[in-house]
């Protein structure tokens, strides 16, 4: 099945990027999954779990850390705001630890970094799931295990940038993207 292709509506929330991916969803549910990691092409690049924006984190071979997702400019993906504000976040708050790419990659880079023992943690965003951690992933009759923390909890980095986002939201913490309005008695 195919989510999204250059050319198409993958970067519009339109009804046409997500009712073909519900039979998909479906069937992964029926296997004991919560969603689908969509790949696109011949290489297989990452783009997009279920509806919502993928990540990882990994260490190169150099041992560098780095927050990793799929690029906009072809337009396979949602340049969703809870994507930009994760990665806002990540190079204004995390600068010092990680380094944010934003570069197609593959399930292949992803299996390799499982293997050698490279692979931090893995998670989602977008407007349904806010930041959500990822821990397996499913490819092709194997089971890629993915760190992440304490069941329920998430792995350290996700759970970092997803209460960041939680503060701001609920105006926990002054930022510029949150407006607190004072309620009326």
Known sequence: MVRAWAGGFGYAKVGANYGPSLLATKEAKARGYHQILWLYGKSGECTEAGASNFFVVWKTREGKTQIVTAPLD??????????????TLARERLADEVEVVERKYTIDEVMEASAE??????????TAYFVCPISVIHHRGRDI????GKAGEGALLTLRLKNWLIDIKYGREEHPWGV???EEH
Not at 74 to 87: F, H, K, N, Y
């Open 74 to 87: 072809d337009r396979v993906i949602l340049a969703g705001v809870t994507r930009r504000s994760v990665l």
């Open 180 to 182: 607190v309005v004072p």
């Open 145 to 148: 295990q993915i760190p992440a």
């Open 117 to 126: 023992g490279r692979l931090i943690e893995s998670f989602a965003s977008g």
